[in-house]
Each structure stands twice: as structure tokens, then as C-alpha cells.
């Protein structure tokens, strides 16, 4: 009893269910199986107990939590924050204004400026790491100048500042991309017109072209920040035995204490931190 | 427009503070003394030390196999997906889902996979390190071959659908050919992310033989050899002239797309 009109658009919609399926399966069967399903489980035991030799004995405890807040750990998570945001606004304060000159070059020394930027980027993290140990330590480069000076020998490695270096070093380019293509889609006439109504060089930074990027400003912080966060091996390899950030705590939780279950309520503030984050970003974003 | 002269500082401080570090290692790679902070002159020695090191090799092995049974796996899955999130459905959570293993901290992707091979009593080892470097680099060509897909011109794709092809066929003959370089570039980049991923692999592994990263964590922290200044050397070279060919070759794709 169908009408010629409603038979028509049948087979395009079964197409279309038909290509859902065929196209978004595989693809969603791998992240139900490899990321949901292991996040669930990390999520389902932060309220369980640690097994006697490792492992998760599923007896309902919230002492994960409680011990979450003791003033051992929250220093660490606060310390955590303290050198991501530390990195991070480094990184801006460095990064936008080289987004901003290479911006403004003249094509090809832009291309160049920018794969110049990336390049260290794709060479072996470790390595990356490794190279200020080999510049830093008691007798590394620095050491030797600073003695043909007259100065040092200093401990230059194994403090806070040495591993913001590290993690500067290791996720600058992160902040430059998105700034050079906020600062890049930016209508260079609207800086022309501030200018010719008087004001000047700063002032138009100020009332022009900052506001205008602040969206390419909060991904690169984004950027910036959420490695630095969790990262547990610059602060071990930069940073000595003192320095131990939240990645080292989990890192440590489950790989030598087996305590898995206080490991994933670590990882549980980890992320609660910055899913925090990511709802300011989206909303600051959006108010721009 | 005018711009400040003070603008150069941070921009110049920027390339040193980048390049310098490599500079040192590259220099001191070519050392003929033993120690790796003094320079005493040229000599290839650490070369030919790195080539006799059984570790470096079988980590270079292991890593090759992983990254190209990862780079397999995403570039398959990840083209489905960013096909069928860009043609067949319209939801926001999905796509979010897609691009959640790029987005989160490898720390959390590393615990959940040690985590959920540890419940299915899995036996760790190079295919569990390839399974979980799947996880992410499949984001990542999702995201590549999305914004092809995106600025692409569907004229071709409705033609074909309202000359009766089915999604399939109109995906194989219509959609694939002019997909092909933002595959290849995904899959590309699939495989660097996994060359150079530590994190994961160290979670994952198990007791198996590790690849190159771990390797060299694992020499570093036994203090600092002249060896691994060889290492970063040709790792070095390598990467740069892959990211120069890259970029000549989509600068060729380019211009070939404009005529």
C-alpha cells in the first residue's frame, strides 16, 4: 500500500543506515573495546581495595579517596599544577610573539620559520630530554662556560626550573602552531585602521589583536598544559628524586607499589583536573 | 605596519633555545675522547659502537614492527571512521570519542590498556604495545582524513549515489581515489607518533624485548654515553629529512591540485 512518493526516499535512507554501519563499526568497536571498556575499569576501581600482592580485590572501600586529600599527595598534585601552569605561561609569553613575527614573513621564510619550529618536535622525546642532561649536568656545557667566566661549578640540573626547561623544550611548538594560525587568519586592515585612528603599536596589540587571538591563545595553553601535567619522565630524568610529580605517582602506583586501585584514583583526579579545564577552555572560547 | 625591534628578541631566543641542545648532541656524536662532555677532536668511533650494540638493534627492529602493525590497523579504521563521520552521521559524540585517544594524557591511555589486558589475562608483548599505538595513531588519521573530507566536493559522491551505487561502491570507486594523500599523510604521521611513543609502550610491553624508546630510557638512566649522542645523530637525520620530504611533497600535491 505504499505510495510511489514514500517508496522513493527508502533506499537512500537504508543507504545511508547501511553506511553508518559498514563505515562506523570497526572503527567504534575498536574504541568501545580498547578505550571505553579500560576506562570503566580504571573508573570501577578507585572504589575497590588493593590485593595483597597487587592486583584489585573487589571489596568496596573509599579509602582511595580519603587518601587522595592527605597533604602528601595534594601537594604533589598541587605542585603539579604549579609547574604545568609555570610551564605554560612561559611557553606564551615566549611563543606568541615568535607566532607573531613569523606571521608577518614574507612566504617562503614563514614555510621555513614554521618547519623550523616543528623539526625538533619530531625527533625521540627521551633524546630531546637527554640533551639537557648532557648541557646542564656538573661538567655539560654550561657548567664549562660559566668556568671559563670564573664562575661555578653549579647543581644546575635536578630542580623545578630544570624541568619547566624540559617540558618548555619539549611542548613549545605546541603553543606556537596554534597561536601563528589565530595571529595568521587575523585581517591585517583592522590593525591598519587602529593604527590610523592613533593609536598605537600597543594599544592596538591590546584592543585589536589579542582579544581577536584568544581562542589560538587558550588551545595553545590547552596544548601546552595537559602534557605537562601528567608527564612523569622529564620530572624523573630532569628533576632527581625530590621532584615527583602526579605521573610519577601513578606511574609509581602501578608499576612498583601494585596498588592499582590508589593509582586510578590518581589518574581519576588527574583527569577531573583537566576535564575542569577543558569546560573553562570551551567556555572562555566561547565568550571570545 | 611598524613593529617593534624588541619583537626579534623572544622570536631569536626561540631557535636558539630549540636548536641548541641538538647542536651539542650532534657535535659531541663526533667525539674521538671517551668522555661526553669534553670535545678532543673528530672521529666516527661512537658510529661504529652504536652499529655493534645488539640492544639498539633489536629495539630498532621492534619498533619498526610495531609501528607499521599500528600505522596497518589506524589507517584502515581510521579512514572508516573518518568516512563514516563525516557521511553518514551527523553526531557530535561520536566525534568526540573519535578524536578522545589524541586528547587525553598518554599516561591515562597507558594505565586503562595495562588495566584492561591485565583483566582479559592477556600476555604482554610487542602486539599488545601495537594494539594500544593503534588506539591513538587511528585518531589521529580520523582527524587527518576528516579535513580532507570536509573541504572535499561531494558532486561526485551524490552522483554516484543517485546513479544507484550503494555506500560501499561509491566509497571504493568515488571517495578512496580522492581521499588517497590525506591517507597516505595520515598513515605517515601514524607511523612517526609510533616510532617515537615511550609512555604507552612502557605500560604495555610487559617483560617482551623493548622497542628503541625504552631502550634508550633505559640507557640514559645508567648515566650519559657518547653512544646514545651517535643514536640521536641518525635519528636526527632521519626525522628531519622525513618532515623536509613531507613538506616538498605536499607543496608538489599542492601546486598539482591548482593546475
New interface residues.
Given amino acids: 500500500m505504499k505510495s510511489e512518493a514514500k517508496a522513493r526516499p527508502a533506499p537512500?535512507v537504508r543507504?545511508?543506515r547501511?553506511?553508518?554501519f559498514?563505515?562506523?563499526s570497526?572503527?567504534?568497536t575498536?574504541?568501545l573495546v580498547?578505550?571505553?571498556?579500560?576506562?570503566a575499569?580504571?573508573l570501577s576501581?578507585t572504589v575497590f581495595q588493593r590485593g595483597r600482592f597487587g592486583?584489585v580485590v573487589h571489596e568496596f572501600t573509599a579509602e582511595n579517596f580519603t587518601r587522595l586529600i592527605d597533604p602528601l599527595y595534594l601537594g604533589v598534585l598541587g605542585g603539579s599544577l604549579r609547574t604545568a601552569a609555570l610551564t605554560t605561561l612561559i611557553a606564551l609569553?615566549?611563543?606568541y610573539?615568535?607566532a607573531?613575527?613569523?606571521a608577518?614573513l614574507p612566504s617562503r621564510w614563514k614555510?621555513i620559520a614554521l618547519?623550523?619550529?616543528?623539526?625538533?618536535f619530531?625527533?625521540?622525546?627521551?633524546?630531546?630530554?637527554?640533551?639537557?642532561?648532557?648541557?646542564l649536568?656538573g661538567?655539560?656545557?654550561v657548567n664549562?662556560a660559566l668556568g671559563k667566566l670564573g664562575l661555578g661549578p653549579y647543581e644546575l640540573l635536578y630542580n623545578q626550573g630544570t624541568i619547566v626547561t624540559g617540558l618548555?623544550?619539549s611542548y613549545?611548538p605546541l603553543m606556537?602552531l596554534p597561536l601563528y594560525s589565530a595571529v595568521e587568519r587575523l585581517d591585517?586592515q583592522l590593525?591598519?585602521a587602529s593604527?590610523n585612528l592613533g593609536a598605537s603599536?600597543f594599544t592596538t596589540f591590546r584592543k585589536v589583536t589579542l582579544p581577536l587571538t584568544v581562542p589560538g591563545v587558550l588551545t595553545g595553553c590547552l596544548f601546552v598544559f595537559?602534557?605537562s601535567?601528567?608527564?612523569?619522565?622529564i620530572p624523573e630524568?630532569l628533576g632527581g628524586s625530590k621532584s615527583t610529580m602526579v605521573?610519577n605517582l601513578?606511574?609509581d602506583q602501578?608499576?612498583k607499589a601494585r596498588d592499582?586501585p590508589f593509582?586510578?584514583a590518581l589518574?581519576l583526579a588527574?583527569?577531573a583536573v583537566?576535564v575542569a579545564l577543558l569546560v573553562v577552555q570551551a567556555w572562555a572560547a566561547r565568550r571570545a | 605596519?611598524?613593529?617593534?625591534k624588541l619583537?626579534?628578541?623572544?622570536?631569536w631566543?626561540?631557535?636558539v633555545?630549540?636548536?641548541?641542545?641538538?647542536a651539542?648532541?650532534v657535535v659531541?656524536s663526533f667525539n674521538s675522547g671517551e668522555?661526553?662532555?669534553?670535545y678532543e677532536g673528530f672521529s666516527l668511533k661512537w658510529y661504529g659502537e652504536l652499529a655493534a650494540d645488539e640492544r639498539i638493534r633489536t629495539g630498532l627492529v621492534n619498533t619498526l614492527i610495531v609501528a607499521a602493525g599500528s600505522t596497518a590497523i589506524a589507517t584502515?579504521?581510521?579512514t572508516?571512521?573518518a568516512?563514516?563521520?563525516a557521511?553518514?552521521?551527523r553526531s557530535k559524540t561520536?566525534d568526540a570519542?573519535?578524536l578522545?585517544?589524541a586528547?587525553?594524557?598518554?599516561?591515562?591511555?597507558a594505565?586503562?590498556?595495562?588495566?584492561?589486558y591485565?583483566?582479559i589475562q592477556l600476555t604482554l608483548g610487542l602486539y599488545s604495545v601495537t594494539?594500544?599505538h593503534?588506539?591513538f595513531s587511528?585518531a589521529f588519521v580520523?582527524a587527518v582524513v576528516r579535513t580532507r573530507l570536509t573541504g572535499a566536493d561531494t558532486s561526485l559522491e551524490e552522483a554516484s549515489?543517485d546513479l544507484g551505487a550503494?555506500?560501499?561502491v561509491t566509497?571504493m570507486k568515488i571517495t578512496l581515489p580522492q581521499l588517497t594523500p590525506g591517507i597516505v599523510a595520515g598513515a605517515l604521521l601514524a607511523f612517526?607518533l609510533s616510532?617515537?611513543e615511550?609512555?604507552i609502550a612502557f605500560?604495555t610491553i610487559g617483560n617482551a624485548e623493548p622497542t628503541?624508546?625504552i631502550v634508550?630510557?633505559s640507557m640514559?638512566?645508567f648515566g650519559?654515553t657518547p653512544k646514545?649522542?651517535a643514536?640521536?645523530a641518525i635519528?636526527?637525520l632521519v626525522?628531519?629529512t622525513?618532515?623536509?620530504a613531507g613538506?616538498r611533497m605536499t607543496r608538489i600535491g599542492e601546486s598539482r591540485a591548482q593546475d
Fill in positions: 537512500r543507504g545511508r547501511l553506511g553508518a559498514v563505515f562506523l570497526p572503527g567504534l575498536y574504541l580498547l578505550l571505553l571498556v579500560p576506562l575499569l580504571v576501581y592486583g609569553l615566549v611563543g610573539p615568535t607573531y613575527l613569523i608577518q614555510t618547519v623550523a619550529i616543528v623539526l625538533p619530531w625527533t625521540n622525546f627521551i633524546i630531546r630530554v637527554y640533551a639537557w642532561i648532557m648541557l649536568s661538567p655539560g656545557l664549562s618548555l623544550y613549545l606556537v591585517p590593525r591598519e593604527a603599536a595537559v602534557p601535567f601528567g608527564n612523569f619522565v630524568m605521573g601513578i606511574r602501578f608499576l592499582w593509582g586510578s589518574a588527574l583527569i583537566l | 605596519m611598524r613593529r617593534s619583537l626579534y628578541v623572544p622570536f631566543a626561540t631557535y633555545f630549540l636548536y641548541l641542545p641538538i651539542v648532541l659531541m668522555s661526553a662532555y669534553t584502515v579504521l581510521g572508516l571512521l568516512v563514516g563521520l557521511r553518514h552521521t561520536l570519542l573519535a578522545m585517544p586528547v587525553l594524557p598518554d599516561l591515562v591511555l594505565i586503562g590498556l595495562l588495566v584492561f591485565s583483566a594494539l594500544a593503534a588506539l587511528m580520523a549515489r550503494g555506500p560501499v566509497f612517526t616510532l617515537d615511550f609512555v605500560f628503541l624508546p634508550i630510557y640514559v638512566r650519559v646514545i649522542n643514536l640521536a635519528l636526527l626525522s628531519f622525513a618532515v623536509i613538506q
